[in-house]
């Protein structure tokens, strides 16, 4: 009887800590919690401490930083007048604060975004927008070809 006792106020203890911990979480400058109850969005939180339903709610957060991605293979591609180029690309991107919760509702993750629009997008629309470029005008006028490039990949052709 004496160990049936120990063992439930074993786990009436263990119980309360996981509540208690469980109950609030930290959102670091840079950085927007999206809250779930039972997995169904609810809402986003700024930075600093935040309480939660233990069991009920659970948080994902999602780093609005800006970051960088480079590619270590130049994207081989060919020009107006059909001169070949190898291009390299190097990309700077970042999550509004305010989209937060939609980056998560459509792609669970910043890094699930990254490669589902960026990485497979990026070679044709890169291919698409330079074949629209003859050699001389590639290099003369870079940063239209630049600002092109982004209006495809924001735009998604």
Same mark, same amino acid.
């Given at each position: 009887?004496?160990?049936? !006792?120990?063992?439930? %106020?074993?786990? @009436?203890? *263990?119980?309360?800590?996981?509540?208690?911990?469980?109950?609030?979480?930290? @959102? /670091?400058?840079?950085?927007?919690?999206? @809250?779930?109850?039972?997995?169904?969005?609810?809402?986003?939180?700024?930075?600093? #401490?935040?309480?939660?339903?233990?069991? @009920?709610?659970?948080?994902?957060?999602?780093?609005?930083?800006?970051?960088?991605?480079?590619?270590?293979?130049?994207?081989?591609?060919? !020009?107006?007048?059909?001169?070949?180029?190898?291009? =390299?690309?190097?990309?700077?991107?970042?999550? &509004? !604060?305010?989209?937060?919760?939609?980056?998560?509702?459509?792609?669970? =993750?910043?890094?699930?975004?990254?490669?589902?629009?960026?990485?497979?997008?990026? &070679? $044709? *629309? #890169?291919?698409?927008?330079?074949?629209?470029?003859? $050699?001389? !005008?590639?290099?003369?006028?870079?940063?239209?070809?630049?600002? /092109?490039?982004?209006?495809?990949?924001?735009?998604? %052709?």
């Amino acid at each position: 009887m004496r160990n049936l !006792s120990i063992g439930v %106020i074993a786990v @009436v203890v *263990i119980v309360g800590l996981l509540t208690l911990f469980g109950s609030f979480y930290q @959102v /670091d400058q840079g950085e927007e919690a999206v @809250v779930l109850s039972f997995g169904n969005i609810t809402g986003t939180e700024g930075a600093g #401490l935040h309480f939660k339903t233990p069991f @009920v709610q659970s948080v994902a957060i999602v780093d609005l930083r800006s970051n960088s991605r480079s590619y270590d293979q130049p994207f081989e591609s060919y !020009s107006r007048d059909q001169q070949p180029a190898n291009i =390299s690309v190097s990309i700077n991107y970042h999550v &509004p !604060s305010d989209q937060a919760g939609q980056l998560y509702a459509q792609y669970g =993750s910043v890094d699930n975004m990254v490669s589902r629009v960026i990485d497979q997008r990026l &070679p $044709a *629309i #890169l291919k698409n927008v330079f074949g629209g470029y003859d $050699a001389q !005008s590639s290099i003369s006028d870079r940063a239209k070809l630049n600002s /092109d490039v982004l209006v495809g990949l924001q735009a998604g %052709i």
